[in-house]
DNA sequence: CGTTAATTTGATCGAAATCAATCAGTGTGG
DNA sequence: CCACACTGATTGATTTCGATCAAATTAACG
């Protein structure tokens, strides 16, 4: 395990003594299903992944995509059945990590908590972020504004390379994530990739006018705190 | 400071130990203002306030509604400036508690500080709902989803009788929480009213067929966990 | 290479936005 | 006590963005 950080020796034994499973799901497969009590939380290690609600009628809408170096469940203290789904988009790698684990990290002094602690609060940002997209902006700044926040999400997880990342989201799944209909997530993609904005080539997107994109939808580059906080995680294998 | 709980007589005197100092806002002012670090954590102890995110171009998205009990920026330990404003709909009552102070309860054994973990959850189920509500529902079942949702937290936390409740929120702040326009707001509340579903007072909304707006929007009676979790922190002042 | 899933494109429809007034309540200062 | 201003609610007319319906085309894959 690795991670940047202002942690010290102390820190990162504590982290590095972590006991955890490893454990792959296939692309379309359920890491977490609604009313499990999954007992665990865990870390993506590899791979992408989508936690989701599905409405009776068929219906359903995306909360955030999971990728790698994001935390899972952290409130396993008081959890009482999940409330959502989360889907595997590709192959997943996870860490599955015991309660127990997680609270002994929790219970020793020093900084190793605050590095999950700092999880979970971006992890909020992200969803809060979530609903003022989808609330207030139109369908064109949504997707500039989703696909530079995978983009940045992607660098910073490792994968990814300058202005291209490998995106496994299917149109029909970017439409459940922004609330729009798949027919026009794919045209606002044609419109954008007409205009020069991106360009697409087998799941991967290039952003080829970030700046355009970013104008488009008034991007707030600092908003996932990524600058002002260090403590993420980070995991190679 | 009283509360319902499977906490024990340390956990309870852990609580009732807490230093806080009270802060009182009038309606219309900004309890925390985007950029701030707060420092502290709060909890309403009376009065309604709205967590929203504005854009520059003067849209704006209300987050979540916050009631009496609920509590605020439990992540204090590693927050660096929010990126968010609360605003005051009515005159509010908080209490504002340092850092430290949380910080100490955690320290402490037992399940004084799952209280709080367990606020810190009930929170996040309600973000996921409302991007859910937001992202895949009508604008009549969104209104009717959030009626039922502040309806029940109402009474919850002790204001609200029987079926109906008193609603400090105005259209427009209506429609910012719903991503719509207050025209529209306006034009389904009239709707539901006409329907005989809802009535109308000076503030005060009244649920006149509360299993109709139920199943018009399929609302989950269970999903603010309230029933699995009584750890809820309740006040009385 | 056949079969299924994902993308693309066109045509039409409709829910909600926008534009534009009016009306009701509430101060508030003269 | 009244004229005025201001905020919030209401209603109507028109427009628009995105949904839906339908079909074709391409890509993925056993």
Known sequence: MNYYADLNEDDRSALDGLKYRTEVYESGEEIVTRGDDPGDAFIVSSGWAARYIALEDGRSQILNFMLPGDVYDLQVFVSSGADHSVLALNQVTVMEIKRREILSIFEKKGRAGAAFWWCALQEEAILREQIVRNGRRS???????????????????????????????????????????????????????????????????????????????????????????????????
């Open 139 to 237: 369908a064109r700044e949504r997707v500039a504004h989703l696909l530079l926040e995978l983009h940045r999400r992607a660098l910073i997880s490792g994968e990814g390379a300058g202005d291209s990342f490998h995106m496994p989201v299917s149109q029909a799944m970017l439409a459940d994530a922004l609330g729009l209909s798949f027919v026009h997530i794919n045209r606002v993609l044609r419109e954008l990739e007409k205009a020069g904005a991106i360009s697409r080539k087998k799941g991967w997107i290039t952003l080829e006018r970030r700046e355009h994109l970013v104008e488009l939808c008034d991007f707030r580059d600092d908003y996932l705190h990524l600058d002002a906080n260090p403590r993420r995680l980070g995991f190679n294998f």
